[in-house]
DNA sequence: CTTGTAGCATACGCCGCCGTACTGACGATG
DNA sequence: CATCGTCAGTACGGCGGCGTATGCTACAAG
């Protein structure tokens, strides 16, 4: 067949979202030839059809991870103008996108692996470019962007890496309202210092009122 | 021998200690007997004089881990009786141990392994649970302590993600010393809201001084 | 000197996974 | 109908890690 029928990328692409998925559950090493093929009812004989190896099934995981983390992720908020809204869009994503959280840290705790380690930082490179320009179009400079956009990420991943450590411990519920707007006070400042001497000013109000 | 002898735990130990640096750099997947005799200028027949299979291995490696990221982590700052100063202590350490970091962040990405989840779920609720304590010695409420707690917690974690996933990106030298100083101010509340006169004597914020 | 034992080495069988033939079913095309 | 490309099944060899059985050495006790 000539035509690029729709058909037969479907295999090729199911066979690496079957490899991210086994990825969440199980980390990188869960992504095994055989296992896979029996949870997809098949035999290696339809793999080594599609890939060369384990390790081509892996990188195109990994593309398509990446792809769905930069590309596709920033677009969804691109069409956001205000860099305030902008910001606390993203960090409700972060914090309710269990799936996609789980598929990172399993990601970036196997960033030995040298494909996915270039990957992981690739991703989390362009999320932390793409918060400090959201900080420095709140008004703030380049220097302090970095810095808030940094603890903003931070804060970020932590939640995700508590939330699964620990999940009993997590706030939940109303709890997690208030702990939400904590982290959003904190994390965003409303009114940008004139000069860097009043910076202490960012977060005059700290305690909860609920 | 009847009397305990130094020499006899030696060993044991030594291959508890081992596994965990196998796991601080490749994961729970790394703790492998023979890959760990070699190491060790050994073979599997010490291994299994010492240890009945590899799970109990693993498991003398997380009872070590577990102690010394509890008991003994925790003893090293109870003689601090300023809570203020505690918490930047932690702080300050959470952000220079990286090996420690390493494994942490190992172990949390095997949580799957049924022991191996149980014991990170406990060293999280007891760091968090510490350091709420620290909190409510600040003067804060059971509440407020819990919310800015975990938060700091999660930055804490997350640092050390960060660092490991994007070590370009992250702060260092003096960038790391602002960055630093703004995560303190925003995550130590400095003027507690009624009562006590403490307010300025937190409000002196102790940089660090490397 | 004999015996026992602690500690490690050696050799073996087993299993899970990888990768490679080779074969087979099926539809499209000549 | 014969042929070819697509996709999947089957069979095989190899490797690495687990666990066991057994042998070897040093040392201590009697």
Partial sequence: MREPSPKQNLSAEQWAEAALDAMASG?????????????????????????ANRDALVQAALELWERRETTDAIARVRDEP?????????????????????????LAAASDHPSVGEVVRRVSAQRLDYLRQSYQALG?????????????????????????????QFPSGAEFRDYFKLMLRSLIPRAMPADESNAGQLHAVHLPKT
């Fill in 27 to 51: 980390g990188l090493e869960a992504v095994s030839v055989e296992p896979l093929a029996r949870r997809l009812g098949v035999t290696k004989g339809s793999f080594y059809w599609h890939f």
């Fill in 82 to 106: 205000d860099p305030f809204e902008r910001i606390v869009t993203l960090f409700k994503r972060a914090n309710t996108s269990h799936r996609s959280g789980r598929l990172y840290l399993a």
């Fill in 140 to 168: 703030m400079n380049a220097h302090d962007a970095r810095l808030w956009s940094t603890f903003a990420y931070a804060t970020f991943i932590g939640n995700q890496q508590v939330h699964r450590d620990a999940p009993e």
